[in-house]
């Protein structure tokens, strides 16, 4: 069974550009969460979707954040523009039940 | 608001030697627990987590965990460390606040071992 996987695994862009991040959760889990670290600080949860609608979005940082989750299957997390304090590794995670997750390899984001 | 600390930033231990990372949590109602650990180049790969009943978990790759109530703590022990354990570990506390499930995170613990 294939994991969590995200696309790319490292990201390096201008302040000001747009990036998007993916996520393919694994199939039937029903629970996409994104979650955020910057460096040196603990892991932030960002947002929970179930199937393609966003059930808490509480942790999202600001309007320049834009997830979405195309018929419930895969994700992105779009950030436009990006600053320098959105460098960090994000993380997706997907469940079939609540919180036993599973996560993803993480997606290196530096913004220079 | 839930939170955790995990007092230690950075361990080394020597291969062969026992391990215990610490690991508090705040929450105000039973919390579901979890540990995590992040490989060079890896994803967060769960460890083990307590939900209830038992308050020793057993979880994978020789790693255990005791809940201890009173004094609101959940750490991560080992009594045989290798090599290949060295890498980043989180310690989290699951909520459900109005039906919103989702994981607090502690700062983590980076575990090196030493020959």
């Known amino acids: 069974e294939a994991g969590v996987t995200q696309f790319p695994s490292h990201s390096v862009i201008e302040k000001g550009q747009t990036v998007t991040l993916r996520c393919d959760p694994i199939?039937?889990?029903?629970?996409l969460y994104w979650y955020r670290r910057v460096m040196g600080k603990e892991i932030k949860f960002l947002l929970h979707?179930?199937?393609?609608?966003?059930?808490?979005e509480s942790g999202m940082p600001n309007n320049r954040f834009l997830a979405e989750r195309t018929g419930g299957t895969y994700s992105t997390l779009k950030v436009q523009p990006a600053e320098l304090e959105d460098s960090g590794v994000y993380f997706c995670?997907?469940?079939?039940?609540?919180?036993?997750?599973?996560f993803g390899q993480g997606t290196r984001l530096t913004v220079v | 608001a839930q939170s955790v600390t995990q007092p230690d930033i950075h361990i080394t231990v020597s291969e062969g030697a026992s391990l215990e990372l610490r690991c508090n949590y705040s929450?105000?109602?039973?919390?579901?627990l979890f540990w995590y650990v992040q490989s060079p180049g890896q994803g967060l790969q769960l460890l083990l987590k307590?939900?209830?009943?038992?308050?020793l978990v057993q979880g994978i790759k020789g790693f255990e965990a005791e809940f201890k109530r009173s004094q609101s703590s959940f750490n991560l022990r080992k009594p045989s460390v290798h090599w290949s354990d060295a890498a980043e570990y989180f310690c989290?506390?699951?909520?459900?606040?109005?039906?919103?499930?989702?994981?607090?995170f502690g700062t983590g613990t980076r575990l090196t071992i030493i020959p």
């Open positions: 995670a997907s469940s079939q039940v609540g919180f036993e997750a599973f």
């Open positions: 199939s039937g889990h029903d629970n």
């Open positions: 979707f179930v199937k393609e609608s966003k059930q808490d």
């Open positions: 929450y105000g109602a039973t919390p579901y």
């Open positions: 307590y939900f209830s009943g038992d308050t």
């Open positions: 989290a506390v699951g909520a459900i606040n109005f039906g919103n499930e989702k994981l607090t």
